[in-house]
Every structure is written in structure tokens, then in C-alpha cells.
């Protein structure tokens, strides 16, 4: 078990928070031999059936036909599971606060430590519900970016992290958190993220990566749960969208743009962003111009339904700005359907629920796309995109990150929504069905 600081300063006592989060503190042997009934192996559609997972450290170093079972290695019995590569969030916000309720109150009464000590726990429901790796597309004042550090260095249990840390905007724009408020209303953090002009925005992107963040996210159109914008407007300039990507790429980052309207995302397409995000008002030549780039898409379906019901049900915890925002869109399936038809890239992303990730999987196959093909989005798709060879696959070689269900979700997609086995880097963190303790490390 882990152990409790016994210090009462400040810096002792969140190290006593962070270390009662939700996993608490797994073992971790040097050599674990997998026994899988089937596996999904996110290189193949096919299944392939009893087959041996061989893992030393945090590295599967042989994948093998059958059952071994080598002198002295842990064995882990999943024979009667399927088992797959742990399964990629290609958009989440895990320091984000819920967005219903009162958004004055909590933007006027939580700090960005509120925001990373709700993230402790929500990483560790990621954790636990089988997203081994997120792309975390926005945090205030690098809460994701100090998040992602606590969590390569053993101190809190969560997947691993891709982050973009501050997104960046215009003045008014989505990322504007002041929008919509009196002028002398605002807090010192809120406007880290703006930028206005290309020198501005090119300046930000390179300040991003020196603060750690591995991406860039962009703001070229207006947003949903914003306050004072319009979802269907292009707010950056197209030399502030070309800033932004020619200054991320010179750096060795991908650019994920969030793009509602259509003018935005053809705009953010032609200029070499590697992701849209959202796409609600693309168009049949907004697919046909990602699938001619190569663009990737991330629909965030659930984020919309959840939005929609909230907005038709329980319209008072909105803004009334993003009740009428949300009312006015159509079907959040209906993008995918059409994207998938047109040929374009899709890859695995939520924007919502905090454990809740997968639950996107179902929506994804309402839409019109096979469960195979959601798993590969999950898998092989999102780790292209987020750009690792170490992810997506179990394969030589590649991150020990390994989740198990007692279904086949070939057939029923829902299986990704009970996952019975968890494992990252080796480390098991979820067995039958329970969290299993781990040990972090003090700091």
C-alpha cells in the first residue's frame, strides 16, 4: 500500500490528496504472460483465438499462438475474454469542470487547483473505464500539462496524456472565458489562450511547446457552450489559422482544430490542419476536401447528445445561450454518417464524461460504422493521429496498455462500455471488474 505523508504543509497535504484519488496506490512483475481467449489486436479486424500476450516491464515483448507458460511469469487468465489494445480518447477535457449548473458561480469560485484536483479523479475514471491514452485538447493555465507530469511520474494513476495546454483564440472567440460577462469581470487566467494576429498566435503555439504541451489546439470557429459567439462563424483570420499550424509543425506538433462552421474547418483543412474536431456544419466538400488532405475527424457525438438532452429536458443548468446553440443543430449523427460515407479518417474522441468515454462507441455504430471500425477509430486511427508508434496495437514493441471484456464487441458494441481488465505499462490497474490498489509515488 502506498504511504500517507505525515507532513501538514501545503505541498505535503495535496501530496496527501493526490495519493487518496481514486486508484489509490498495482503490482507490477517483471514478466506476465497474458492468456487471451480472443484478441482484437487493433492491427487486424479479424480476431484471432487463444493466443498468448508475453510483457516484461511496460513493453509486450511476443505475442504468440496458444497458451505458454514460460518458467517463473506471472500469468493473467483472461481465456474466456476478448482482450484489446487499450482504447484511445482522441478529445477529452480532463480538468474540466461539469458544464451545467451555474457557470458564474463556479467560474467566480473554482481555480485552476480546483480543476486538477477534480482531474485527479477523473483520470482515474478514465483509468478504470478502459481509455488507457487521452488527447486532452485544452486546460487552464496548464493544468493538463502538470497533470500529464504527475501521472509519467507515479504520483497519480491515469492514462496516458497528449496535451495541448492552453487552446489558442481570438479575442470573443470560444476560448474567450470573459465573453458575456461585465468588462471588469474576469480573472488572470482567463485570457492565457488569446491571441489576435498572426505574430500573436505564432508566439502562443511556441510558448505552448515550451511550457511541455505536445499539440496545439485552435479556435477557428465559435462554440457551443460559449457564451457570446456563434458556432457557424469563422473567427480566425486565415493568417492566424496558417500562424498557428506553420508554427506547430515546425515544431514536430499536430494542430486539432475545432470547427463547427463550415467555413472554418475548409479553411483549417486547406491550410494543413491534422484534425477537426466537432465538424457540425461541414458540407459534402468539406468531407470531400479532409478525405483529399487526409484530415482526421473526431465527432464527439456524446457530448452533443448529452447537451441536447440537457437542453431539452433540463434547460435551466445551460447557459441560455448554448440551449439555443444546441436546439438549432441537427442530428449529431448525421455528420459522422456522412463523413464515414465520404471516406474520411475518423478517430475516437468524446469531449465528455469523465469515465463515461466509451459510451461514444454506441453512437458511432448508430451512425453507421461497424463495430470493427469503431475499435480500430479507438486504436490504430487514434494513435496515428495523436502520432505514436508505442500505442493502439498489442504487438512487439509496443506499451504494455491492455483491456479485457467478457463479451464479444464485434457484436455488441456496448461491451466497451463493461470493461473487466485494465492494464497500463504493465501494471494492472482493474481486475474481474474492480479497481486494483497501486502504488504511487511520493513526490
Not at 493568417?239 to 506538433?253: P, Q, R, T
Amino acid at each position: 500500500m502506498m504511504k500517507t505523508p505525515s507532513g501538514r504543509t501545503p505541498t505535503r497535504l495535496l501530496s496527501a490528496l493526490l495519493a487518496a484519488s481514486v486508484l489509490g496506490g498495482a503490482a507490477h512483475a517483471q514478466d506476465t504472460v497474458i492468456h487471451a481467449g480472443r484478441l482484437i489486436d487493433g492491427l487486424s479486424t479479424k480476431p484471432r483465438e487463444q493466443v498468448s500476450i508475453l510483457i516484461t516491464k511496460d513493453r509486450i515483448t511476443s505475442v504468440q499462438p496458444g497458451f505458454v507458460t514460460p518458467a517463473g511469469a506471472r500469468i493473467v487468465d483472461l481465456s474466456k475474454a476478448t482482450v484489446l489494445p487499450g482504447l484511445i480518447d482522441a478529445h477529452t477535457h480532463v480538468t474540466s469542470l461539469s458544464r451545467t449548473g451555474n457557470g458564474i458561480a463556479k467560474a467566480m469560485t473554482n481555480s485552476p487547483l480546483d480543476a486538477v484536483l477534480a482531474a485527479t479523479v477523473n483520470v482515474g475514471k478514465i483509468l478504470l473505464s478502459g481509455v488507457t491514452t487521452v488527447r486532452d485538447l485544452g486546460g487552464l493555465s496548464g493544468t493538463d500539462i502538470a497533470l500529464k507530469k504527475a501521472i509519467e511520474a507515479g504520483r497519480v494513476a491515469g492514462p496516458r496524456m497528449w496535451v495541448a495546454g492552453e487552446a489558442i483564440g481570438p479575442t470573443g472567440g470560444h476560448n474567450d472565458w470573459s465573453h458575456g460577462y461585465a468588462e471588469d469581470v474576469s480573472r488572470r487566467d482567463w485570457g492565457a489562450g488569446l491571441a489576435d494576429g498572426p505574430d500573436a498566435v505564432t508566439r502562443l503555439a511556441r510558448l505552448e511547446h515550451k511550457l511541455g504541451a505536445d499539440q496545439i489546439k485552435i479556435m477557428p470557429s465559435g462554440g457551443v457552450v460559449s457564451q457570446g459567439d456563434d458556432p457557424k462563424a469563422k473567427l480566425m483570420s486565415d493568417a492566424e489559422i496558417k500562424a498557428a499550424i506553420d508554427a506547430a509543425h515546425a515544431l514536430g506538433m499536430k494542430v486539432a482544430a475545432h470547427g463547427h462552421g463550415k467555413e472554418a474547418i475548409d479553411t483549417a483543412v486547406r491550410l494543413g490542419a491534422d484534425s477537426i474536431e466537432h465538424g457540425t456544419y461541414a458540407d459534402a466538400e468539406s468531407w470531400k476536401l479532409m478525405k483529399a488532405h487526409g484530415t482526421y475527424f473526431i465527432p464527439t457525438l456524446l457530448t452533443t447528445e448529452k447537451l441536447r438532452d440537457a437542453a431539452v429536458n433540463r434547460p435551466e443548468t445551460l447557459n441560455p445561450s448554448t440551449v439555443a446553440k444546441v436546439l438549432a443543430m441537427g442530428s449529431s449523427l448525421t455528420k459522422l454518417t456522412n463523413a464515414h460515407d465520404a471516406g474520411v479518417r475518423i478517430a475516437f474522441g468524446s469531449d465528455t464524461g469523465q469515465g463515461e468515454n466509451l459510451k461514444e462507441a454506441a453512437l458511432m455504430v448508430k451512425a453507421g460504422m461497424t463495430p470493427a471500425e469503431v475499435i480500430t477509430a479507438a486504436t490504430a486511427s487514434a494513435a496515428d493521429l495523436i502520432g505514436s508508434k508505442d500505442i493502439g496495437a498489442v504487438a512487439t514493441g509496443r506499451y504494455a496498455d491492455i483491456v479485457a471484456v467478457a463479451g464479444d464487441p464485434l457484436s455488441d458494441i456496448t461491451e466497451l462500455e463493461r470493461v473487466r481488465f485494465v492494464m497500463k505499462g504493465g501494471k494492472i490497474y482493474k481486475s474481474d471488474g474492480a479497481a486494483v490498489p497501486v502504488e504511487l509515488v511520493n513526490p
